[in-house]
Nanobody, 125 residues
Framework: VQLQASGGGLVQAGGSLRLSCAAS????????MGWFRQRPGKEREFVSS????????YYADSITGRFTISKDNAKNTVYLQMNSLKPEDTAVYYC???????????????????WGQGTQVTVSS
């Protein structure tokens, strides 16, 4: 399976963007889909994750209340709605899929085995 992330761009602080991550095929073995980001000079960090079956969601503290993850099973697509964006949200955002991810690992990049190419989000002050 391949993941295609899109929706990034340049937005002013306080604005919104919606990222999409489309999987090339239905993956019956996918347990979790996640969004991570990598800010300049920083390590890749967890943003949000959703359990493919059941839809339970998980968020990093830094974006809780501002970002919402959702999915469309029919389209094999995961979304990340980002509101009230801040300059510190500027990063390359990656989506990922994990077929063996367990709950205790949802925030760890190493728990995901398929990654999209990344989409740049730039928030100006």
């Amino acid at each position: 399976v391949q993941l295609q992330a899109s929706g990034g761009g340049l937005v002013q602080a306080g604005g919104s963007l919606r990222l999409s991550c489309a999987a090339s095929e239905r993956t019956f073995s996918t347990r979790y889909m996640g969004w991570f980001r990598q800010r300049p000079g920083k390590e890749r960090e967890f943003v949000s994750s959703i359990r493919w079956s059941g839809g339970h969601t998980y968020y990093a503290d830094s974006i809780t209340g501002r970002f919402t993850i959702s999915k469309d099973n029919a389209k094999n697509t995961v979304y990340l709605q980002m509101n009230s964006l801040k300059p510190e949200d500027t990063a390359v955002y990656y989506c990922a899929a994990g077929s063996r991810t367990i709950l205790s690992q949802v925030r760890e990049p190493r728990a995901y085995d398929v990654w999209g190419q990344g989409t740049q989000v730039t928030v100006s002050s």
